[in-house]
């Protein structure tokens, strides 16, 4: 802790006070260039140049003396409350911290609707992966063209459910995915190698599509882990592991890809040996959607934790 009267030295009396001041202060003398004897101004605990976009010491965001949630000497600026007025990152774009729990909470209930459009394709392609097989060794009549009827509508209303809960997900998604993009900004700037266009746009370029989300993501879940403490000339913190973020996004791009080939090879079967072989591929896929979904749920719910926890955790108190 600093002397609270100089805020040069550490403290060593109850008062708060180092040997310095509390020496001057029963002597009665005066702190150098101080006919007074009052405490001089002192340059502020945190000296050390803050990054682009982060408040200045008793700018907006940063806890004044003796105000709620004010923090110790020394303490590491911090992003303004929920509402306060903007920060502006170094391409002039303004940036709020916005609380990201309804639509994470929201984004997660979709994701789960994901899934159980997934379970419902799952049990279609099953049904026409054993009709198809049928067909393949040889079994005809006019029960097996039920069975191929009914096969075939299911199959299709399973695709129709899958594709209107991608969309709703999709777009709850993105809002949900630009906000915590934008809080990261608020939390560490100089942590984000991608501009925030790409948090929407890297999902629809193509070939780019591949890992920048990713890499927004990773920067993302940096930024909104622990504050760094200065020790001396360096910032550490524990760096938040990205096992979670690498899971989800391995899974993604296998069933992307499985679902890609597996729509080609259904679209170009005629035979229904190709057909058997097609809802074998389908049937890959949309089990690994279905993965893939249950580990976005993780993902999203963590790093929206993560946030919400930072944001109302303020800054974090160093001795300096």
Not at 127 to 149: C, H, P, W
């Amino acid at each position: 802790m600093l002397c609270t009267r100089c805020r040069h030295r550490a403290a060593s009396t109850p008062e708060g006070l180092c040997t310095t001041c509390a020496t001057e202060g029963a002597t009665g003398s005066a702190t150098p260039g101080d006919a007074t004897g009052a405490p001089q101004p002192v340059a502020p605990a945190f000296s050390k140049p803050d990054p682009a976009g982060f408040a200045q010491p008793e700018g907006p965001g940063f806890a004044q003396p003796g105000g709620p949630g004010s923090a110790p000497p020394g303490a590491l600026p911090t992003a303004p409350p929920l509402g306060a007025a903007p920060l502006y990152a170094p391409g002039g774009q303004p940036s709020w911290l916005r609380s990201p729990v309804g639509l994470g909470r929201a984004t997660a209930a979709l994701l789960g609707v994901v899934i159980a459009a997934d379970v419902f394709a799952v049990v279609a392609d099953f049904n026409m992966y054993d009709v198809s097989g049928a067909l393949a060794d040889g079994e005809l009549g006019a029960g097996m063209q039920d069975k191929a009827d009914r096969a075939d509508a299911l199959y299709a209303a399973a695709g129709v459910a899958q594709v209107v809960a991608l969309i709703a997900t999709m777009v709850v998604f993105l809002v949900w995915f630009y906000r915590v993009r934008v809080n990261a900004e608020v939390f560490a700037p100089d942590r984000q190698s991608k501009s925030r266009g790409w948090a929407i746009g890297g999902w629809f370029v193509p070939v780019a599509n591949l890992w920048f989300p990713r890499r927004v993501a990773l920067d993302i879940w940096d930024a909104s882990g622990p504050d760094a403490l200065w020790d001396g000339d360096l910032a550490v913190a524990p760096s938040p592991s990205h096992a979670r973020v690498n899971a989800w996004w391995a899974v993604w791009i296998v069933s992307l890809l499985a679902d890609r080939l597996a729509s080609t090879a259904y679209r170009s079967a005629e035979t229904a040996p190709e057909i058997h072989e097609a809802a074998g591929q389908m049937l890959f896929s949309d089990a690994a959607d279905m993965v893939a979904a249950a580990l976005a749920i993780l993902f999203v719910l963590r790093l929206t934790r993560m946030q919400d926890e930072k944001a109302r955790r303020g800054p974090v108190a160093v001795e300096v």
